[in-house]
C-alpha cells in the first residue's frame, strides 16, 4: 500500500476558542492503480482529507503514511521534496499562474527543482502533446478555454512523474462534453499504475472510478470497488535527477515575467522612485562641477607660493569703538554692519590701505620670504585708455604680481618700466598691433585726472576662465612714481607675500587672517560662494532623502499589493514544491528589479538633465557645472537597489509565511 491512513482526526481551532471537528477517525488505505472517487456533500470533508493527503495541512491527529513514512512528522525540507517528487496536484479552477505561459506553467515544478531548461521545457512540450495541446504552448492561460485549462493543470501535476495525484472536483468548472475528455485523461493516468484521488461531488464523476469512497460529516460512510483497472506499463516514466531548489536566475526570471504582466504599474512605481536617486546623483555632480570650477578658477588666478592680502574695511565712526568693550545689542549690530561692509568692498576691491606697520608686521609672518606691494582699483570706467584718437574705457586698474604668469600673457612680454598689460577687448577696441605701441592712460585718482603716456608690453589673458573685464595692469613702482609726479600719495591696498615652499601657503594665509587681514577677492568670493553651495546643497540633500524614504514606501506598499494579488498563486508554488526561502527570493527580485530600473532610470535622467544644464552653462558662461562621475552613478543604482530590496523584505516574508490551504481557498 503506497498511502495508509490511519484513525485520522482534523479539529479546526476558530476565533472564539471554539473548535470544529472536520474529520473523525478516518481509516482506509490506498494502492498504485487506483481511481479513487471521494464522493460526499458539501462540507462534508472531503477537501480538508485531500490537503492533509498532500501535506498541505500538517496538524492533525493520527496517522498518514507514504511509503511508509508518516508525512505528518516531515520537516520543512522532507515535505518539499514530497510535494516536487511524490503528488501531483490538480484544481477545481485550475490555478493556472496567469503571467506564465503554458510551457512555464507546466515546468513549474522542475524549474523549482532548478532541472536544467533544455530537459524541462522539452517534457513540458511532451506533457502539452500528450493532453493535446501541442499547438498552443506559447499561450497564456487566459487565452485557452476551461477544458484546455484543465488539461495544462492535469500535464502540471504529472510533470515530475509522482506516485499520488490529487484532484478536487477536476471537472467541476467544465461542461458535460469536456468532462468526458478529461476524465478520460485521469482515468488513464490511473491506468499507468499511479494512485489518483479524486474529490467530486458527482455520481457520473464517480461512476468513472475504480473505487467510491463517500464521506459524511467528516467520516467515511461507505468504501466501495467498482471495477479493477487495466494497467498499462508507465510510458511517461521519468527518472529524475535528486531535487534541487530554485536558482537566483530562475527567481529573476519568474519575477521579470511577473513584472512585465503589470507593466505600467511597475514602470510607474520605478519612475516615481528614480526622483529620489536622480536629485542625490544631481547634487552630488552640481556640487563636483561647480567646487571644480571653483577650484580652477582660483588656481589660475592664484600662484600656490604667493598670498595675496588686502586690509579689512576701514571701520566707520559706528563701528570704530574698540573690540575690548563687553558685546551689546548695538556692538553686535555694528560687528555685522562692519562686515558686510568688508564684504563689500572686498568684492569691489576697495579696501584699506597699508600702513608702513603692516607691512612690518606681514614682512615678519614665519615663512614669508618677501613681500610685493600692489595696488587695484575698479574703476567703472572712469579710467580710461587711448590710442590715435580711439578711447577704451577701463573697469580695473591693478598693478603687476606673482600671480601673473607667461600663460597669461598671450602677446609681447611682462611690462618693464612704463610699460603696460591690457586685455584683449580693450587691445581690440584701440586697434591691431597694439603691442609696442604707445597709448595715453588717464586715471581719476583722489578726483584729480593723471595722465601718462606708456608703452603697451603685451595682451593678458586670465586663465582658466573667460570673463575678461577691461583692464590694465602696470607696474606698482610705476604707479607710485606718477602718483607723486601729480603730487598726490599713494599706499598699497594690497599685498603679495611670497615664500618659497607651497607647504607654508596655508599656514600664512592662517596667520594673514588671524592677524586681521582678508584674502583676496576670489577666495573671499568661492568662500561665500562654497558656504552657499554647502546649504543649499543640505537642503537638496534633505529632500532628497526624503524622497527616498516615500520610494522605499511606495515600493512596499506595491510589493504588499502584489503578494495580496498572488495569495492563490503562492499557494500553487507551495503545492509544487517551492520553499519558503524560494517565494521570499521571487518577490525580493522583484524589488530588485524594481530597484534596478528605478536606479537606471534616475541615472538616465540625470545624464540629460546634465547634458542640457552644461549646453546652457557653457553657451552662457562657457563653464561645465555638473560633473556627474561614473562612481555617483554607480551608487546611485546601488543605492536603489538596497532601498527597494530593503523595503521588499517584510512583504516577501509575509508571502512565504502564506498558509497553502488558505491561499488555495482563496476566492
Ligand atoms: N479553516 C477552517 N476553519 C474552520 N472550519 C473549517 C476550515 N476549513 C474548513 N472548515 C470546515 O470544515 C468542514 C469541511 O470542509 P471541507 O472544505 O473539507 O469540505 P468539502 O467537503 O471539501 O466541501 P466542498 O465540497 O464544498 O468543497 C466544513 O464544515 C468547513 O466549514
Do not use: C
Not at 221 to 243: R, T, V, Y
Not at 409 to 422: A, E, F, N, R, Y
Not at 602 to 631: H, P
Amino acid at each position: 500500500m503506497i498511502l495508509e491512513i490511519k484513525h485520522v482526526s482534523k479539529t479546526y481551532n476558530m476565533a472564539g476558542g471554539t473548535t470544529f471537528k472536520a474529520l473523525k477517525d478516518i481509516n482506509a488505505s490506498f494502492d498504485k492503480g487506483e481511481l479513487v472517487s471521494i464522493v460526499g456533500e458539501s462540507g462534508s470533508g472531503k477537501s480538508t482529507l485531500m490537503n492533509l493527503i498532500g501535506g498541505l495541512d500538517s496538524s492533525f491527529d493520527g496517522e498518514i503514511t507514504y511509503n511508509g513514512e508518516n508525512i505528518g512528522e516531515f520537516s520543512e525540507k522532507e515535505l518539499v521534496n514530497f510535494h516536487k517528487k511524490s503528488i501531483g496536484f490538480i484544481f477545481q479552477n485550475f490555478n493556472l499562474i496567469p503571467h506564465l505561459s503554458l510551457i512555464d506553467n507546466v515546468a513549474m515544478a522542475m524549474t523549482l527543482s532548478n532541472v536544467d531548461k533544455t530537459v524541462r521545457v522539452e517534457r513540458a512540450k511532451k506533457l502539452l502533446t500528450d493532453v493535446g495541446l501541442q499547438d498552443h504552448m506559447t499561450k497564456k492561460p487566459d487565452q485557452i478555454s476551461g477544458g484546455q485549462k484543465q488539461r495544462v493543470a492535469i500535464a502540471r501535476a504529472l510533470m515530475n512523474d509522482p506516485d499520488v495525484i490529487i484532484a478536487d472536483e477536476p471537472t467541476g468548472a467544465l461542461d458535460s462534453e469536456t468532462t468526458d475528455a478529461v476524465l478520460e485523461i485521469i482515468k488513464d493516468i490511473a491506468k499507468r499504475g499511479k494512485l489518483v484521488l479524486m474529490v467530486t461531488h458527482s455520481d457520473r464523476v464517480a461512476a468513472y472510478s475504480s473505487r467510491v469512497v463517500r464521506i459524511d460529516n467528516g467520516a467515511i460512510i461507505s468504501d466501495d470497488e467498482q471495477e479493477q483497472l487495466e494497467l498499462h506499463a508507465n510510458e511517461d516514466e521519468f527518472k529524475g535527477e535528486k531535487p534541487k531548489n530554485l536558482s537566483l536566475w530562475s527567481a529573476i526570471r519568474l519575477a521579470a515575467l511577473n513584472m512585465k504582466a503589470k507593466f505600467s504599474r511597475n514602470l510607474l512605481v520605478a519612475i516615481g522612485s528614480s526622483i529620489g536617486i536622480m536629485s542625490v546623483v544631481l547634487m552630488l555632480s552640481l556640487g563636483k562641477g561647480v567646487t571644480s570650477y571653483i577650484k580652477s578658477t582660483m588656481s589660475s588666478y592664484v600662484n600656490p607660493n604667493v598670498t595675496e592680502v588686502h586690509m579689512k574695511a576701514k571701520p566707520t565712526a559706528a563701528s570704530s569703538s574698540g573690540s575690548n568693550t563687553p558685546t551689546t545689542a548695538s556692538n553686535a549690530q555694528a560687528a555685522q554692519a562692519k562686515e558686510q561692509q568688508t564684504q563689500m568692498a572686498a568684492i569691489t576691491g576697495q579696501t584699506g590701505s597699508f600702513a608702513e606697520k603692516d607691512i612690518k608686521k606681514l614682512t615678519n609672518v614665519k615663512h614669508v620670504d618677501s613681500l610685493q606691494k600692489g595696488y587695484t582699483a575698479i574703476s567703472l570706467g572712469t579710467n580710461t585708455v587711448s590710442y590715435k584718437g580711439k578711447k577704451a574705457s577701463l573697469m580695473q586698474l591693478g598693478t603687476m604680481n606673482s600671480s601673473i604668469t607667461k600663460s597669461n600673457i598671450t602677446q609681447g612680454s611682462k611690462p618693464g618700466k612704463d610699460g603696460v598689460l591690457l586685455d584683449k577687448t580693450t587691445a581690440d577696441t584701440l586697434g591691431k598691433n597694439i603691442v609696442g605701441k604707445k597709448v595715453e592712460i588717464a586715471i581719476v585718482y583722489n578726483e584729480k585726472t593723471i595722465k601718462k603716456t606708456v608703452k603697451v608690453a603685451g595682451i593678458y589673458e586670465a586663465s582658466g576662465s573667460s570673463s575678461s573685464s577691461s583692464l590694465v595692469y602696470l607696474n606698482y613702482a610705476d604707479l607710485q612714481q606718477l602718483v607723486k609726479d601729480n603730487n598726490e600719495k599713494i599706499e598699497p591696498n594690497v599685498v603679495y607675500l611670497h615664500t618659497n615652499d607651497k607647504a607654508n601657503t596655508a599656514g600664512i594665509k592662517a596667520k594673514v587672517k588671524s592677524l586681521g587681514y582678508t584674502g583676496s577677492i576670489q577666495e573671499k568670493m568661492s568662500e561665500m560662494f562654497t558656504q552657499m553651495l554647502d546649504i543649499l546643497t543640505d537642503v537638496l540633500t534633505a529632500v532628497a532623502a526624503i524622497s527616498l524614504l516615500v520610494s522605499a514606501i511606495m515600493i512596499l506598499v506595491v510589493l504588499n499589493i502584489s503578494v495580496v494579488e498572488r495569495t492563490k498563486e503562492i499557494g500553487v508554488m507551495k503545492a509544487l514544491g517551492a520553499r519558503r526561502k524560494d517565494i521570499r527570493r521571487i518577490f525580493v527580485s522583484e524589488a530588485f528589479l524594481i530597484g534596478l530600473a528605478s536606479g537606471l532610470i534616475g541615472v538616465g535622467v540625470t545624464y540629460v538633465l546634465a547634458f542640457g544644464l552644461n549646453a546652457f552653462s557653457i553657451a552662457t558662461f562657457d563653464v561645465t557645472i555638473v560633473k556627474v562621475a561614473a562612481s555617483y552613478a554607480f551608487s546611485g543604482i546601488l543605492i536603489s537597489v538596497l532601498i527597494s530590496m530593503f523595503a521588499s523584505f517584510l512583504p516577501a516574508n509575509r508571502a512565504s509565511k502564506l498558509d497553502p490551504v488558505e491561499s488555495l481557498r482563496k476566492e
